[in-house]
Nanobody
Framework: QVQLVESGGGLVQPGGSLRLSCAAS????????IGWFRQAPGKEREGVSC????????YYRDSVKGRFTISRDNAKNTVFLQMNSLKPEDTAVYYC??????????????????WGQGTQVTVSS
């Protein structure tokens, strides 16, 4: 049974850091793309970052480039999202999701089949 469990969210002041974890079970991470998405109240779910299974390439939405880093620990079957210099506009529920590589754009939520339950990130003073 495929399962994704996010952790590491919380309340942090602007400029602070958090590291999100996405622990996978029921499948081997290195054969799948893993994406991080977020959804703020009243807004659509948006792609934040992705790590490709094929070549380990990483992708980021423009607003987080230089601040967020995605990485994968195959031994732990876990993907991480290191978030630095956090801003109030980063506040959202963050989800990890997985898909088999299909050549489509990484930031399209409907191309991902399995999703975690989400973890809340709140950036506020």
């Amino acid at each position: 049974q495929v399962q994704l469990v996010e952790s590491g969210g919380g309340l942090v002041q602007p400029g602070g850091s958090l590291r999100l974890s996405c622990a996978a079970s029921g499948f081997t991470l290195d054969y799948y793309d893993i994406g991080w998405f977020r959804q703020a109240p009243g807004k659509e779910r948006e792609g934040v970052s992705c790590i490709s299974s094929r070549n380990g390439n990483t992708y980021y939405r423009d607003s987080v480039k230089g601040r967020f880093t995605i990485s994968r620990d195959n031994a732990k079957n876990t993907v991480f999202l290191q978030m630095n210099s956090l801003k109030p506009e980063d506040t959202a529920v963050y989800y990890c999701a997985t898909r088999r590589p299909d050549g489509s754009m990484w930031y399209i939520p409907r191309t991902y089949r399995y999703w975690g339950q989400g973890t809340q990130v709140t950036v506020s003073s």
